[in-house]
């Protein structure tokens, strides 16, 4: 395939571009001419992610398929591989038998974004829900969920506050919606609970900074606190998480949360490909961000734009210059003029600067309570909040998803919110655990439900015939366990350490096949 323009990226910023640039050209050339490559057939409408993780809003509700949207373009699903800058190519991963696809371009259009980095925080990648993408937001619901029928059937009440701790870690526009939603869908479904009616439900949010929601400022960053914190929402400003383990979040104040469920709205990292390309091409790259011209062409190419989050774009803001923000709102009026810049290249006519007129800020905190800085002006409580309901879904695309939300939001104010889980459990054959400084990973006697492999750090195993220190590389097997199949000693790491857990079937097959050798013991 070959193509004069190549879209990589099917966000806001992508997408917008594609949608643009296929009304100015037209359906018929638009096809042969442009092609919109993303990962997934959708464009996912991110400001209603928390509703969906609440079950506010059905996954159906917030996403339209690109090829819908941006009908007049090639839509492409696959991850870009790489890009070879010299050749004008491009390799394509479109799933399992079409792998190392070949895309060849005239010019290419950056619109990737960040990519999700959860390791910066030891234990984070193994523990910690990230809310980047409907099946995200999906995934939390169900593990939420998944806590509360837990709860619903243990007596200790020690373990049964932990289950029902959610800690969300990052206090923007994500982490403030999902702490609010979160509560809101606990609080509500363990009326349906039998054993968790008199149980009480605690939401932490934590936040590195002095105020919630900086982007809008201390004022209603910290009306947002005092909603959050009036309905029982606990908020750690100028906390961080340093630890995340199977059942403790860290502070670095040295105190540490209970809790099986940590969210994760922070932690993302410049995207790779973004950042091969500038390599290839000997362009300086800020925190990922590309520098561009104000028509969004990178300074010093005459074949490469950008846009979006991955992109530095000028910007005037009441006569001074400046970055535009990485928000959807500028990523979907980027796309829009990039479009447009791209139609009129291809005719020879001039390219216009991307202007954009700021239009404010919203954010929900749960229970009919937003805050919004809107045209100079600042709301909060219930006329917020209805005005971040009617704002989005005037800008959320497509009609038939306009009623649906219509009809959703109103079942919201009557009826209680659906507690189906429909996800599966996850098959977890193999699964990456992180310990903390002198947490017990089994006890003697326990039953033997997973092999490990020592990744990082030092266990301490310690039985009646065996007392040894386990490095990295060492295996925690069979060998370990007495006569009657259970754990023959105590386990404890010695320091911060990652384990890799064989469980499940593939723990059945080491067992009865394979026959696990261990590189240490």
């Known amino acids: 395939m070959k193509f004069d323009i190549v879209i990589a990226g099917g966000g806001f910023a992508g997408a917008y571009c594609a949608r643009a ?31 969906v993780a609440g079950s506010s809003l059905s996954p159906t509700d917030v996403v339209n398929p690109l090829r819908h949207f941006c009908r007049g373009v090639s839509v492409l699903q696959g991850t870009v591989q790489q890009v070879d800058w010299a050749r004008r190519e491009l390799v394509l991963d ?27 925080v030891p234990g984070m990648a193994e523990y910690g829900w990230p809310v980047k993408n409907v099946a995200d937001a999906l995934r939390l619901r169900a593990a939420v969920i998944n806590r509360m029928e837990e709860a619903n059937l243990i007596a200790d009440p020690i373990t049964k506050a932990r289950l029902l701790t959610f800690v969300i870690v990052g206090g923007g526009y994500t982490g403030v919606e999902v702490a609010g939603q979160l509560h809101d869908l606990v609080t509500e479904a363990k009326e349906f609970y039998v054993h968790l009616r008199e149980t009480p439900v605690r939401v932490v949010l934590v936040h590195s900074r002095d105020h919630l929601l900086v982007e809008i400022g201390p004022n209603l960053g910290d009306y947002a606190r005092r909603v959050l914190e009036e309905r029982k929402i606990e908020v750690r400003l100028n906390t961080r998480v340093v630890e995340v383990t199977a059942v403790n979040v860290i502070l670095n104040d040295g105190s540490s949360i209970a809790a099986s469920t940590v969210v994760s709205t922070i932690g993302s990292a410049p995207n790779p490909i973004v950042l091969s390309v500038c390599e290839q091409a000997g362009l300086g790259c800020d925190k990922g961000r590309v520098t561009t011209e104000p028509t969004m062409r990178v300074r010093g190419q005459e074949r490469l734009w950008a846009i979006g989050d991955c992109a530095a774009v000028p910007w005037i803001d009441r006569g001074e210059t400046k970055i535009a923000p990485p928000t959807a709102q500028f990523a979907l009026r980027q796309g829009q003029q990039l479009g447009r810049n791209l139609a009129r290249m291809l005719r020879g006519q001039p390219l216009q600067p991307f202007k954009h007129r700021y239009l404010g800020q919203l954010a929900t905190v749960g229970e009919r309570h937003a805050v919004a800085e809107v045209g100079g002006m600042y709301f909060r409580g219930f006329i917020a909040w209805w005005m971040w309901r009617t704002i989005y879904l005037a800008k959320l695309p497509g009609l038939v998803r306009k009623l649906r939300v219509m009809v959703d939001w109103t079942f919201d104010l009557f009826f209680p919110k659906d507690i189906s889980v429909l996800l599966p459990p996850p098959d977890d054959l193999m699964r990456a655990i992180h310990l903390e400084s002198n947490e017990v990973l089994f006890e003697g006697g326990a039953t033997s439900r997973a092999f490990f492999y020592v990744r990082r750090g030092r266990v ?59 590189v240490a013991r």
Request: avoid cysteine; aromatic fraction near 6%.
């Open 460 to 518: 301490w195993f310690s039985g009646p015939n065996r007392d040894q220190v386990l490095p990295a590389g060492s295996v925690i097997d069979d060998a370990m366990l007495d006569q009657s199949g259970m754990w023959g000693g105590k386990a404890i790491a010695l320091e911060s350490s990652d384990l890799i857990a064989f469980r499940g079937r593939a723990l059945e097959l080491l067992r009865s096949e394979l026959r696990l050798v261990p």
């Open 94 to 120: 479109g799933g399992r038998f079409t792998r190392n696809h070949v895309v060849a371009f005239e010019h290419l259009v950056l619109a990737l974004g960040n990519v999700s980095n959860l390791t910066m």
């Open 21 to 51: 640039l296929a009304k100015a050209l037209g359906r018929a050339e638009g096809e042969k001419r442009v092609a919109l490559i993303a990962e997934r057939n959708v464009l996912v409408f991110q400001p209603m992610l928390a509703e």
